[in-house]
């Protein structure tokens, strides 16, 4: 049965005029899971990603690291939500002024619970959908002894996991926190569907590695 690992993007720019682009750190990141993967040696990964450029420099690291073969066109099911574009939607009071790592992603929180609890048709359950279909398309693409590695964002990964746990918003809300950079989310394709094997995995990102941990 196909193995599909769901990697979030290396670190982006947080603060600075593009947050879509890797940092530094994120780039070492990007080839570090690279490595953890070709270590698990899958079977011949079809490598995808959404169309961020962060997303998309991160499969592309990923897969130059594993020795995997160049990813697919991307798949914009697999984008990430405007965050910017949902804190001014849904904004929120920052407990110590001017907004620090804590205090945004506190506002990010609050938005994202509100966006949820809209249930606005084209807002959190197109989102929502998309992902997950995105995902399942990808399962039944994929040929016999094959496994895949998606590379997305912490939104999706945590939308794609509430939708197959049933989970609830603050559920969603909390996937989303934990989140770390390059963590890895493993579900297994099989008869019954996608079955979730293991949330945010990041042992690679620990230990002698542990400079390389990363949240935002």
């Excluded at 992902?131 to 040929?143: I, K, Y």
Aim: overall charge negative; proline content about 4%.
């Amino acid at each position: 049965m196909p193995l599909i690992s769901l990697v979030r993007h290396g670190q982006a720019s947080f603060g600075a005029d593009d947050y879509d682009v890797l940092s530094d750190l994120g780039r070492v990141q990007a080839a570090c899971v690279g490595e953890e993967l070709r270590r698990r040696e899958l079977r011949d990964p079809l490598v995808v990603s959404g169309t961020l450029l962060r997303q998309r420099d991160t499969a592309a690291l990923l897969a130059e690291a594993a020795g995997f073969g160049a990813p697919a066109g991307p798949d914009p099911r697999l984008d990430e939500y405007d965050h910017v574009e949902l804190l001014q939607r849904y904004p929120g009071e920052a407990a110590d002024g001017q907004p620090g790592n804590r205090q945004v992603q506190q506002l990010l929180d609050g938005a994202l619970r509100s966006w949820i609890a809209a249930g606005d048709a084209d807002g959190w359950p197109a989102f929502s959908r998309g992902a997950l279909a995105a995902v399942r398309d990808l399962a039944a693409g994929l040929e016999k002894g094959r496994d895949a590695v998606v590379v997305s964002s912490g939104g999706v990964i945590a939308a794609v996991v509430a939708s197959l746990l049933g989970a609830s918003a603050d559920a969603v809300v909390a996937l989303n926190r934990a989140a770390v950079n390059v963590g890895v989310t493993s579900l297994l394709s099989g008869s019954s569907g996608l079955t979730l094997l293991a949330f945010n995995d990041h042992a690679h990102v620990t230990g002698p590695q542990r400079h390389l941990l990363s949240y935002r």
